[in-house]
Nanobody, 120 residues
Framework: QVQLVESGGGLVQAGGSLRLSCAAS????????VGWFRQPPGKQRELVAT????????NLADSVRGRFTISRDNAKNTVYLQMNSLKPEDTAVYYC?????????????WGQGTQVTVSS
């Protein structure tokens, strides 16, 4: 059984920073590609950032490029989203999605989501 546990969300003022974490736990061999998504209130879910298995390649949405950074620590089975220069429009529920190699093959898992609120 595999779980993704998110942390780091909260309330921050515009211009501030937060670091989100997504840690995998359970029985698995490796945490592969990971993506961060967000869903602003009343809007559709959108892709924010992705990172490959080794961290050799990352992609960021145009709206966050230059402000957000995705990284990973494979020794801790954890992926991070460093969010700087936050804007009110960054307010959303943030989710991580991971492809995990475990007995039986690879499967996609979603975290429970964590609320990020940026005040003006």
């Amino acid at each position: 059984q595999v779980q993704l546990v998110e942390s780091g969300g909260g309330l921050v003022q515009a211009g501030g920073s937060l670091r989100l974490s997504c840690a995998a736990s359970g029985s698995f061999f490796s945490l592969n590609a990971v993506g961060w998504f967000r869903q602003p209130p009343g809007k559709q879910r959108e892709l924010v950032a992705t990172i490959t298995t080794t961290g050799s390649s990352t992609n960021l949405a145009d709206s966050v490029r230059g402000r957000f950074t995705i990284s990973r620590d494979n020794a801790k089975n954890t992926v991070y989203l460093q969010m700087n220069s936050l804007k009110p429009e960054d307010t959303a529920v943030y989710y991580c999605k991971a492809t995990i190699w475990r007995p039986g093959g690879t499967h996609d898992y979603w975290g429970q989501g964590t609320q990020v609120t940026v005040s003006s």
